[in-house]
């Protein structure tokens, strides 16, 4: 038996130095992958600075007018003219106020909801139907009556985009809670969790990956709903900009509002993904090729 397995031993080692040539002589792993540091990062601004340049050359060389759609040039020079007169800092600030309260009334709101749903199957029976039919109401049939209802001020702004948050949280979250696998769940039986044990201890470490996404997609939704928000007789405001660049006939003011939303939309989505990564540290995930 011993001759055996020295011999047996001898072929996984001559197998292993075998596999270990073989893998230094392709040419797919002869040499480690390296990034340009910071790489990954820019590539994403390829495709807008691409189309940017092909639009400013085309309108440079005449073979599309700039007047009704302006060139980057013409909307980061508006840009900078609101800048320098302090404008466009109290219009941003105003909107990410509004954003800011909003969101956080929305999340507070679909989280409760949305966990109440998801874990009481009675609550759930008494109160999906009712939201489920809420949802499907456009976002600008609300304005008229929150006008009639809270006026024209901060409160029915803040509301509005309020109930864009809420929804999307709400909805995932309670959907994320019924698809915890029910293996984990019996196990929390097994060793009589308490509520609070099974929620912190299972439920919550499972459905957070949802609700990161879920958080996402209402804060994308805020920034939407903030606009038919600021519709609502706003002084000021990222949407007050774009509506008075509208009627006051200024192609470039209305790009440049839209350029900022877009800009803080990121910025923001960007800020609250990095740090929901914190709590996400131990999912060991799928990760794509590069």
Not at 26 to 50: D, K, M, Y
Not at 189 to 212: C, D, G, K, N, Q
């Amino acid at each position: 038996m011993s001759a055996h397995a020295e011999t047996a031993s001898a072929c996984g080692a001559a197998l292993a130095a075998a596999s270990v040539k073989e893998t230094e002589a392709s040419p797919g792993h002869a040499w480690p992958h390296t990034a340009w540091p910071g790489g990954n990062r820019l590539i994403g601004f390829i495709l807008p600075l691409g189309l940017a340049l092909a639009w400013e050359a085309a309108v440079a060389v005449h073979w599309a007018d700039g007047r009704l759609l302006p060139t980057p040039s013409r909307i980061l020079a508006a840009l900078a003219t609101l800048a320098q007169s302090g404008e466009l800092a109290g219009h941003v600030l105003a909107t990410l106020q509004r954003v800011a309260l909003g969101f956080a009334f929305g999340v507070a709101a679909g989280t409760v909801l949305g966990a109440v749903s998801g874990y009481w199957t009675l609550a759930r029976q008494l109160i999906d139907p009712t939201l489920q039919a809420l949802r499907n109401i456009p976002s600008i049939a609300w304005v008229p009556m929150f006008i009639l209802w809270f006026g024209i001020f901060e409160t029915s702004k803040v509301i509005l985009i309020a109930v864009g948050v809420f929804f999307p949280i709400y909805l995932s979250l309670s959907a994320s809670i019924r698809g915890v696998d029910r293996k984990l769940v019996e196990v929390g039986r097994i060793f009589r969790f308490s509520h609070r044990e099974m929620i912190t201890r299972i439920l919550l470490p499972a459905t957070l990956p949802s609700y990161v996404v879920a958080l996402r997609s209402g804060l994308g939704l805020g920034w939407m709903f903030v606009v038919a928000a600021e519709f609502m007789g706003a002084e000021d405001g990222l949407g007050f900009l774009l509506i008075d660049g509208q009627q006051t006939g200024r192609p470039a003011v209305i790009l440049a509002s839209i350029t900022s939303f877009a800009v803080l939309g990121k910025l923001t989505d960007w800020l609250l993904a990095s740090v929901s990564a914190r709590f996400l540290t131990w999912q060991d995930s799928f990760k794509p090729a590069e």
